[in-house]
């Protein structure tokens, strides 16, 4: 019913930048908070940045003053702009959007992920 896609991944040299989208699409009435979430091999997924519809954001400490999340409502699409990436970085990122289909009502949704690799 609702799909999220991502795209920007790739390998990347420490001290390089990427910019990650997630595009959703189906059936939506309204997206509530949209985020981004990684995953490195081994470890447990954990929330990078979120975003509210009214533009509110928050951040891991790790991240705060390298990543900027940010959304285009009108796309019902969101971004993770990565600066400064370091190797800790290196994980599967995963989209998630709380997405009302029809109200009352709403659920979590996640893409499929997209690697990035920070390596020298």
């Known amino acids: 019913q609702v799909q999220l896609v991502e795209s920007g991944g790739g390998l990347v040299q420490p001290g390089g930048s990427l910019r990650l989208s997630c595009a959703a699409s189906?059936?939506?009435?309204?997206?509530?908070?949209m985020g981004w979430y990684r995953q490195a091999p081994g470890k447990q997924r954990e929330l990078v940045a979120t975003?509210?519809?009214?533009?509110?954001?928050n951040y891991v400490d790790s991240a705060k003053g390298r990543f900027t999340i940010s959304r285009d409502n009108a796309k019902n699409t969101v971004y993770l702009q990565m600066n400064s990436l370091k190797p800790e970085d290196t994980a599967v990122y995963y989209c998630?959007?709380?997405?009302?289909?029809?109200?009352?009502?709403?659920?979590?949704?996640w893409g499929q992920g997209t690697q990035v690799t920070v390596s020298s």
């Open positions: 975003i509210t519809s009214s533009g509110s954001t």
């Open positions: 189906g059936k939506i009435f309204r997206i509530n908070a």
């Open positions: 998630n959007a709380n997405v009302i289909t029809q109200v009352p009502g709403g659920r979590q949704y």
